[in-house]
């Protein structure tokens, strides 16, 4: 099953042009992978669920769907200009998230240990506020060149070298699995044709920063770059769930 969504808005500043992506890929039965772009409240989530077909589709959506609700547009017109506001209105988001996932699972032995990985940006003016926890990712491709913002909460990004006894393919902070997995902020300042992609592991997995960072410079629109994305991905494998969003500043 393939989803996407298509938006254009403008704010004070900056013009944005938006597309989202969501594929099963080739080898999962179901798509555990959730999105959202929100235009009128300038925010834009990705998160990858975990727990099982049923566990991690209900984690995923629970998470973006607690997020959306806790930045109504009304706090958003009394943030617009303070960047500890807009920070503080993510953070308040995913802990709602957290709690929601985390009371979900307990009150339903058959998904107990439900949890997913989760990034959102809010933008706000020429400002993009980011926040994550696990290894869903955000990079920047700017000046004729990508780089990866946030960082990955798992063990392949703990473990140096080349241990193969280490199941690296964990996450090391989540949605869902305890009260104080506190995600990581990042602040940056947009220019005219940066661009911004979120996306979930099944992505960055089969698709290296290289292939990724060429086919979103060559692509006439974000729309393209996601569509050709989905398809690297799923000839390389698609071994997992695959989701691409990208921001354009026009």
């Known amino acids: 099953m393939i989803n996407f969504f298509r938006a254009i808005f403008s704010n004070r500043k900056i013009n944005l042009t938006c597309f989202g992506r969501t594929d099963t890929g080739k080898v999962r039965q179901h798509n555990e992978d959730s ?15 975990m ?5 991690g589709e209900i984690a995923s959506r629970l998470a973006i769907e607690e997020v959306i609700a806790a930045i109504p547009i009304t706090e958003l017109k009394k943030s617009r200009f303070s960047p500890e506001a807009c920070r503080h209105l993510l953070l308040e988001g995913f802990r709602k998230a957290n709690d929601s996932v985390l009371a979900y699972g307990q009150n339903d032995s058959d998904i107990a240990g439900l949890g997913c990985t989760l990034i959102g940006c809010l933008i706000m003016g ?3 506020h980011i926040c994550h926890v696990g290894d869903v990712r955000a990079y920047l491709i700017k000046d004729n060149s990508m780089v990866q913002v946030t960082s990955d909460h798992s063990l392949a990004a703990m473990t140096s070298g080349n241990d193969e006894s280490q199941p690296k393919n964990i996450v090391t902070r989540c949605i869902g699995v305890s009260l104080d997995n506190s995600p ?3 602040l940056l300042e947009l220019d005219s044709q940066d661009q911004l992609l979120f996306c979930s592991d099944g992505l960055w997995n089969m698709v290296d920063d290289d292939t990724i ?5 060559k692509a006439p629109t974000p729309e393209s770059a996601c569509n050709q994305l989905i398809i690297q991905a799923n000839e390389a494998g698609g071994r997992d769930n695959i989701t691409a969003v990208i ?4």
């Open 213 to 217: 960072f060429a086919i979103i410079s």
């Open 126 to 128: 020429n400002q993009a």
């Open 184 to 186: 990581d902020y990042h």
């Open 51 to 55: 727990g099982g077909h049923k566990g």
């Open 247 to 250: 921001l354009k500043v026009d």
């Open 35 to 49: 999105f959202a772009l929100r235009p009128d409240q300038n925010l834009y989530l990705v998160a990858d669920g």
